[in-house]
């Protein structure tokens, strides 16, 4: 089977600096993937590049959405690889602190709807209609996400987790094959982090939306991952399945730590 996602020696230069050097990796239909490595080993560069932030300076990104041929989108404007099915969360969290839950959500479906600036001062039935139809489709999302209650919240008055929770229905209401998480559980507490663990599960097995996380938490990456790629200073030192990565020596230096079990 044909990788969802294909990137093949991807390389970023920031002037002199290497920020990435020649990475390689590929993501398959319904896997959870982990990419880990310390801070600053190119992890949310390689995001950016993959979705249409930062133009890599040499390389290959090739996705296949559903049913779809293939496509190389270096370069791509960021909207545009969102229209084509890439969507992400950010290390930072970026809602709109003044705008309710829904309303968030609704401003990631807008890549989905039709209506233009003609539809919005018009509003014939088309297009209340389809205002109809979104604010029904964002809530069931909200509803998934465990943010029911919350529809109608400022998301600045949300909880943490619930505000990294509000992200990823956001980033899902685009209609994503492929959803990139950066760092979903920084600064959770244990029980926000089993909750998130649950929640990804559940979006790989009900919407079968593949994942690709960068993550820190070692617990929540060996439970939830499949496969793991590990970067450090910008390059992958590893690939495969959790006890191989627990137990690669050059894993171990670099980043878990020499008397690590990375389920500590």
Do not use: W
């Not at 390389?11 to 982990?34: P, W, Y």
């Not at 489709?137 to 943490?160: H, P, Q, R, T």
């Not at 390059?235 to 730590?257: C, H, Q, R, T, W």
């Amino acid at each position: 089977m044909e990788p969802i996602l294909k990137v093949q020696t991807l390389t970023m230069d920031f002037g002199g600096l290497r920020a990435l050097n020649r990475v390689s990796l590929d993501i398959r239909k319904g896997e959870i993937v982990a990419l880990i490595g310390p801070n600053g080993a190119g992890k949310t560069t390689f995001f950016n590049c993959i979705t249409g932030i930062y133009t890599p300076t040499h390389g290959d990104i090739f996705i296949t959405p559903p049913e779809k041929p293939r496509l190389r989108i270096n370069g791509m404007k960021a909207n545009k690889v969102t229209e084509k099915g890439l969507a992400r969360t950010f290390q930072n969290i970026r809602l709109f602190p003044n705008m309710t839950a829904l309303e968030n959500v609704m401003i990631g479906r807008h890549v989905r709807t039709r209506s233009g600036i003609l539809g919005a001062i018009f509003r014939p039935p088309s297009v209340r209609r389809e205002e109809r139809e979104t604010a029904e489709y964002c809530y069931a999302l909200l509803k998934k996400v465990g943010l029911s209650a919350e529809v109608n919240e400022l998301a600045k008055n949300l909880s943490y987790g619930a505000q990294r929770r509000l992200e990823i229905a956001r980033a899902m209401a685009t209609d994503p094959f492929l959803l990139l998480l950066d760092e979903p559980a920084a600064g959770m507490n244990p029980s926000e982090t089993l909750e998130l663990d649950q929640l990804i599960r559940k979006i790989r097995d009900e919407d079968g939306i593949s994942i690709l996380l960068i993550e820190h938490d070692m617990k929540l990456v060996m439970n939830i991952s499949e496969r793991i790629f590990v970067m450090d200073y910008g390059s992958k030192i590893a690939e495969g399945a959790p006890m191989d990565i627990k137990n690669n020596p050059l894993v171990i230096k670099a980043y878990l730590g020499e008397e690590s079990h990375a389920d500590a």
